[in-house]
């Protein structure tokens, strides 16, 4: 009974608050047909790999932008969220309103499978081509895979600045390096597996260097948390392949724990976004995905929320530019395309994995 | 009501709560695809390709391995603790108890990783170690390691059964031994083991199955060398097919619970000589401590040494990563001091919510559940029924299924079965999920309990006329409201730290502490994890404290 008088008084301040929800600049006038729809469901549910803690700034955020519609924001592991948002659609109970996740092939398999509505977003124009799948799954993000090392510990000398250097030290000093190297196992970690799938593809050398990793004895880790405590505790002395936010946080904290944008190619990965076909508010949805990608949601990605902003056209201590400098142009990121569900082939997957091991055995 | 009406209530429940996840996986495993999704079919599939993958069989190996290893070290130094505790003048024999208990309730996952900070290559014990001796002889990711730290954090499990059935047998056999010359030693090892014999091997037992289902240990300690276990090649599985294949998860779950069967059927023998366990007589017994004498203080270091090594090492090591923002070769703790993760975990909005569900389901959640428990145990007590035995059977199963299994096979239940769904996204569902995931385990301790009670007391109230209902309620139940109580603590316990089968249960609103670490956890957050894991072991500690001083026992 108590709920239902809560729920009827905010309903009451949610049509006190849909004025103040103005048409943002650029979009077209009838979008005013979703903030009202979107208003009138009241709520939006978000699945999300990136964690409450951190995305709390752009839910406060939205929803002082957006008033009277709520956020519900559940964060999951990304192979969670495709169990919960499958079983909850094929239950034909209706799921999340959006979800985000650091998995990109996982939101385009998911797509790709039909679980994704195609929406142009008003937005969609602003981002780089490589964050939008098809109009429907969209990168809100812009990751940078990056080398992390202990400062303290690692010889000024050492510090590797490409991927060519890192081959070349393992195979120098092998033995100095001994069990000091740390990297996602890709049997293990699918977000290993699709960062070192990647490299094959930009870089040829790139079975000469997991060869390296088997001479050194790699340490293989399923979690980043783990393997940046590590390096900054000097049990390793460098983690090989590190969301670049996770480290720009930790950098913060403790400067010993030193970040590399490898200059010959720094890969950029995204949190990819997209509005389920079966979601059950959808507008709120849309009204969520289109925040995320406007230049008000990226410029607080690339600053309180110490994400990396997906669009180049907004300013912060976190952006593409950040990237570019560091890595002296040299930036690739990984698109949202039908060629990230290569790497969720069965048969292909084996085979990497196959040669991954042969290659930390040394053959 | 009537008992009879009652009995079938309660078992029918129970039955449909416990093997509705279970069978739904065990189909699951034998189909070719998810089971909700259209043109899939009964296929062998699965088992051919589980059967056929090396990774399995290695993992397999592992498991029983760590189970092996964590038997032999957690039976002895159980027995050894519970002894020196119950029956002996020990120094501080008083407030021991409650240490020794203390690692039931910690997070694997947190006890791991303050075994890295402590005692791991760059951990501060090693490097004290080190600039001492020059050299760290040990190495905590091996498998060796791995057993060790699983054997004696499960020894309180093997204690907790020890120390009951101790507990309860007269003393007058040992002083007689006693008065006859033997030593303390000669005492326990051919007097009161012996007695307890049964309730040692069921723990063992116990402890052995338990080793199957390790996961936080393996987890973090198994990382780096990537130590696989049955629970954590779940993970390797979903990842070489690069989405999540219920099938082969599914068989993997059938192959624990194939092990868990016989495990079920030997303790089920062993139950059998339930007579030895009798105590609460219509007379009471005289219980006199042995006399320790020169031994008093080397029992007393045993007991020391061990929490030293099972409690304090792995909590100073979390306690101090909570104080610091860096720790490890070449830092200087005092420099690098800090409250800031604790300031920084106080603005984290979802910290306090977590905090009170956490309380709830283990405060409130766990008193209805004991409730509930003692249901199933009274109405099975005594029953010299085929399907009392099946509830003991089936009792177990769900512990066999691992927290990411148990959790993705409740969330199905939850969606699948109409009638649930409201439910789901609320505190019931994880706390039903909970609740059948250690039935096991709250059934054995309300079931002992009872087992203590002699016939002659349910048999006295019969006489007189009484219903079975009445002697239910007004004789038995009463009787057994000490051990009601002391289960209850320790499902407290149990639920304080739970997460993993909530994990998919869980929306805005129904976080716990346990799933907040988790989520930390995986994104690196590792100085809120560990200020979140002080905080969570001051509440339970605490919670502890106020009910040991209410009088609440361990023991019945």
Redo the contacts between chains.
């Keep these: 009974m108590k709920v239902k008088t809560l729920l009827a008084a905010a309903s009451l301040l949610v049509l006190a608050g849909a004025a103040d929800a103005a048409v943002p600049e650029g979009y077209p006038a009838s979008y005013q047909a979703v903030i009202d729809a979107a208003v009138k469901e009241g709520k939006v549910v978000v699945y999300s790999t990136t964690d409450a803690a951190q995305a709390a700034a752009l839910v406060k955020d939205f929803e002082a932008a957006f008033p009277g519609v709520k956020v519900e924001y559940t964060d999951l592991n990304s192979t969670e969220l495709y169990n919960r948002l499958i079983a909850e659609v094929a239950a034909g109970q209706g799921t999340a309103d959006v979800t985000w996740s650091s998995a990109p092939d996982l939101q385009v398999k998911l797509a790709a499978d039909g679980y994704a509505a195609a929406y142009p977003s008003p937005e969609a124009g602003k981002l780089p081509a490589w964050a939008n799948y098809k109009n429907t799954v969209y990168g809100a993000t812009a990751d940078p895979v990056t080398i992390v090392y202990n400062k303290r510990a690692t010889p000024e000398g050492d510090v590797p600045t490409t991927h060519d250097a890192l081959l070349k030290l393992l195979t120098d000093k092998t033995e100095a390096y001994k069990g000091k190297v740390a990297a996602y196992d890709p049997e293990r970690s699918g977000v290993g597996f699709y960062f070192m799938t990647q490299d094959e593809i930009q870089w040829k050398a790139a079975p000469e260097l997991f060869k390296a990793f088997g001479k050194v004895g790699l340490k293989t880790y399923t979690s980043a948390g783990a393997m940046i405590e590590k390096v900054t505790a000097g049990e390793h002395l460098m983690a090989y392949g590190i969301f670049g936010s996770y480290a720009v946080s930790r950098n913060a904290k403790d400067p010993n724990l030193e970040i590399v944008y490898p200059k010959d190619y720094t890969l950029v990965t995204t949190r990819a976004v997209f509005v389920p076909e079966k979601a059950k508010n959808p507008n709120a949805g849309r009204l969520f995905l289109d925040y995320l990608l406007s230049k008000r949601g990226q410029t607080l990605i690339a600053g309180d929320a110490k994400l990396f902003a997906a669009r180049e056209d907004v300013d912060g201590a976190t952006t593409m530019a950040t990237i570019k400098k560091a890595a002296g142009g040299q930036v690739k990121p990984i698109a949202l395309d039908d060629k990230l569900l290569d790497g969720l082939d069965q048969t292909k997957r084996l085979r990497f994995l196959k040669d991954w091991s042969r290659a930390l055995k040394g053959q | 009501m009537s008992f009879r009406s009652f009995r079938l209530v309660t078992l029918t429940l129970t039955v449909l709560a416990v093997l509705a996840p279970v069978l739904l996986i065990v189909y699951q495993s034998f189909l070719s695809g998810?089971f909700?999704?259209p043109r899939i079919h009964l296929s062998l599939d699965a088992y051919a390709f589980i059967l056929d993958d090396e990774d399995f069989w290695q993992a397999l190996r592992t498991s029983v391995f760590l189970a092996v290893g964590m038997t032999v070290i957690a039976v002895p130094i159980g027995v050894l603790l519970a002894f020196l505790v119950v029956r002996t003048d020990v120094p501080g024999r008083d407030w021991l108890e409650p240490l020794v208990i203390i690692p039931t309730f910690m997070s694997a996952v947190v006890l791991a990783f303050g075994y890295?900070?402590a005692l791991?290559?760059?951990g501060f014990v090693s490097l004290a170690f080190k600039s001492v001796f020059g050299t760290v002889p040990w190495y905590i990711y091996s498998e060796w390691a791995i057993a060790l730290v699983a054997g004696l954090t499960h020894v309180p499990h093997v204690y907790l059964y020890a120390a009951s059935a101790l507990r309860n047998l007269g003393s007058d056999i040992e002083e007689a031994a006693r008065t006859a010359g033997a030593g303390p030693w000669t005492v326990a090892l051919t007097v009161s083991l012996p007695m307890v014999m049964p309730a040692v091997l069921y723990a063992a037992v116990l402890v052995f199955f338990l080793g199957f289902e390790l996961f936080g240990l393996p987890?973090?300690l198994g990382?780096?060398?990537?130590v696989l276990v049955l629970s954590?090649y779940l993970?390797?599985l979903?990842?070489?097919?690069?989405?999540?294949s219920y099938q082969l998860m599914a068989v993997v779950v059938v192959a624990i619970i194939l092990i868990a069967v016989p495990l079920i059927m030997l303790q089920r023998r062993l139950l059998r000589h339930a007579a030895r366990y009798v105590s609460i007589r219509g007379k009471g017994a005289r219980k006199q401590p042995i006399r320790l004498g020169a031994w008093r203080w080397p029992a007393f270091a045993v007991v020391i040494l061990w929490f030293g090594f099972t409690v304090v090492v792995p909590m100073a090591g979390i306690t101090l990563r909570s104080l610091v923002?860096?720790?490890?070769?070449?830092?200087n703790l005092l420099s690098v001091l800090t409250l800031d993760h604790f300031r920084d975990l106080a603005e984290?909005?979802?910290v306090v919510r977590a905090i009170l569900n956490t309380l709830g389901v283990a405060v409130i959640g766990g008193a209805v559940t004991i409730a509930a428990y003692t249901s199933v145990a009274v109405s099975i007590h005594r029953w010299n029924s085929r399907w009392a035995k099946l509830v003991d059977y089936i009792a177990m199963i769900p512990r066999a299924m691992p927290g990411v299994v148990a959790g993705?096979a409740m969330?199905?239940i939850f969606?699948?079965v109409k009638p649930l769904?409201p439910l789901r996204s609320t505190m019931i569902s994880v706390w039903l999920a909970y609740s059948v995931v250690w039935f096991a385990y709250g059934l054995r301790m309300i079931s002992g309990s009872l087992l203590q009670i002699a016939p002659e007391l349910e048999e006295a109230g019969r006489t007189v006329g009484a219903t079975p209902g009445q002697v239910a309620r007004h004789i038995t139940v009463p009787l057994i409201k000490g051990g009601m109580i002391s289960a209850w603590l320790l499902i407290f316990l149990i639920f304080a730290r739970e997460y993993s089968t909530g994990?998919?249960l869980?929306?805005?609103g129904t976080e716990v502490i346990g799933s907040l670490m988790v989520?930390?956890?995986?994104?690196?957050?590792?100085?809120?994890?560990s200020a979140l894991a002080v905080v969570n072991t001051v509440i339970i500690v605490a919670g502890l404290a106020v009910a040991l001083r209410a009088g609440v026992r361990l023991h019945g």
């Design positions: 998810p909700f999704q890295v900070i791991g290559p760059v987890l973090v990382d780096p060398e990537g954590t993970f390797k979903t990842n070489k097919l690069g989405v999540p923002t860096s720790w490890g070769d070449g830092v984290h909005g979802d993705l969330l199905w969606l699948f769904n994990v998919y869980l929306a805005p989520s930390l956890w995986g994104t690196g957050a590792i100085d809120l994890v």
